[in-house]
């Protein structure tokens, strides 16, 4: 059973320095079983100015489970997939503690944006990448940020141009966003689910 | 410090495709936990968080087709001690039987001078959390239900419990858990506060810090204690405790000896105690270890 009143309080505590700290988290759902939590993009990485989602969700054993974090917004680092957002951090898993908090382990996360640990990957091919050829590796990572954590920004013919760009066909491209408000994340994982 | 299932995946992948490698990527760690639930459920079913009193010859019984030194020691205990009391080997089970036994010595003796020796400290380490930082709603939880737990085995309460509803209690999950892990706070706590004093231990067990330490051996469920935890949970609070050692050590010395260590808790800071002259408490807590494991010791 979800220790529903501590995630209350984590919540309120989280809220009360949102600006000190720009770590925000927010319910999904109403039972609070789900949430998203966002975190900036640290200042000096290929991930600066950035806002990065993540998905997150507590196990029935919360706090003595670690919650399921992943991120939702694509990022490009050696230890989150780039494809499913699934994070790579020991204290997610088996250092997980009760003394720990959302809040603290989305500073975990963001403190692993910016020292990745390349030889404990979570994406092989970007941690090879980072390891052979840190000067590609560091213009990927800040083109996906340009891309995906900074959507909000971009008006729609920039989002068009960046699809376009990445080898869908235009009229597709525009039916897709129209068909998701806009999104240019989920526009991008229907037409690559499609 | 990341576990070594990770490592193997990254390892596995190198002689894979790219989408396999995916796979394992999405899917690998749920298994992972899964799988550790899965061996924590079957070790539940061998074994509940606490078993039953046994007598000693329990124990020699397990030995009896194995080391005929372990007998022998085991025969040495039988003059000082009557019985056993199990544990489960998940890594708390030092915590947990500090728990039972400590909580059953209260109930059996009704010592209030204790309670209200060990509630003082208690509310120390609420105030060391404090000024380390900690935020008041990670700990006051485990806090509030380990003192009800000691004001339930004091007599004469509407709340006062009984020592087979104690037994019940510490058998329960959602009480031994919260329990086990207001002790690692406590633990945690009485580290880093006199972290010069632990420091020199902690770097003879691990390479790490004493803040790296606390996050990965002591606040995470699960991770065994060593004498480093023993200490620090004696010293805050003001609990002393015996560890009785049954292995195969000193066996070549002719006579078979049995080991032990009493963990005194640290001279109390009062301003006025003076050096030496403070009252030494006998351990009312026995443990007994055998590599990796503690149980709960009775003497005679």
């Known amino acids: ?194 | 410090m990341q576990n070594q299932n990770q490592n193997q995946e990254g390892q596995l992948a190198d002689g894979q495709t790219a989408s396999e490698f995916e796979d394992w990527a999405s899917f690998g760690d749920d298994d992972i936990m899964q799988q550790h639930s899965a061996i924590r459920s079957a070790e539940a079913d061998k074994i509940p968080f606490l078993g039953d009193k046994e007598p000693l010859s329990a124990l020699a019984a397990e030995y009896e087709s194995g080391s005929p030194i372990l007998l022998e020691k085991i025969k040495v205990l039988g003059d000082q001690y009557v019985a056993i009391r199990r544990t489960r080997g998940d890594g708390n089970c030092f915590f947990r039987s500090f728990m039972f036994s400590y909580l059953e010595h209260i109930l059996e003796t009704q010592d209030r001078a204790e309670v209200d020796q060990i509630k003082a400290k208690v509310e120390e380490c609420r105030k060391t959390l404090q000024s380390l930082g900690y935020a008041d709603f990670t700990f006051e939880d485990f806090f509030a239900l380990f003192l009800e737990q000691l004001d339930c085995v004091l007599q004469g309460n509407d709340s006062s419990i009984s020592h087979d509803e104690l037994i019940n209690r510490s058998r329960d999950q959602s009480i031994s858990d919260y329990v086990v892990m207001f002790f690692r706070f406590v633990t945690s706590g009485e580290i880093r506060k006199r972290s010069e004093f632990f420091e020199p231990f902690i770097l003879g067990l691990t390479n790490a810090t004493v803040e790296q330490f606390c996050k990965s051996s002591v606040e995470p469920m699960g991770e065994e204690s060593d004498h480093v935890h023993i200490t620090a949970l004696s010293d805050a609070l003001g609990v002393p405790i015996r560890v009785v050692y049954l292995d195969r050590s000193s066996c070549d010395t002719g006579s078979v000896s049995v080991n032990h260590h009493d963990f005194i808790p640290a001279a109390d800071d009062l301003p006025n105690s003076t050096s030496g002259g403070s009252v030494t408490k006998n351990p009312f807590i026995t443990l007994l270890y055998r590599p990796g494991h503690y149980d709960i010791l009775y003497a005679k």
Request: hydrophobic share 35%.
């Open chain 1, 1 to 194: 059973m979800i220790d529903f009143a501590r995630v209350q309080k984590e919540l309120q505590e989280c809220s009360r320095d949102i600006e000190a700290s720009g770590i925000k988290v927010t319910p999904k759902s109403e039972n609070l079983a789900r949430l998203t939590g966002t975190i900036p993009g640290p200042i000096g990485t290929p991930y600066e100015g950035g806002t990065f989602q993540i998905d997150i969700s507590l196990p029935d054993g919360y706090p003595f489970e670690p919650p399921k974090m992943q991120f939702a917004t694509k990022v490009w680092h050696p230890n989150i997939s780039s494809q499913s957002g699934a994070i790579c951090l020991d204290i997610l898993k088996d250092q997980w503690s009760p003394a720990l908090t959302l809040k603290t382990a989305l500073l975990s996360v963001q403190a692993l944006l910016s020292a990745p640990q390349p030889d404990d990957p979570q994406d092989a091919v970007v941690a090879q990448q980072y390891l052979k050829d840190y000067q590609t590796f560091s213009g990927t990572a800040r083109y996906w940020t340009e891309t995906f954590a900074k959507t909000s920004s971009l008006g729609v013919e920039e989002k068009v141009q960046k699809l376009v760009e990445m080898g869908f066909h235009e009229a597709i491209v525009r039916s897709t966003l129209d068909a998701v408000g806009g999104d240019e994340n989920l526009a991008l994982e229907k037409l690559c689910s499609g």
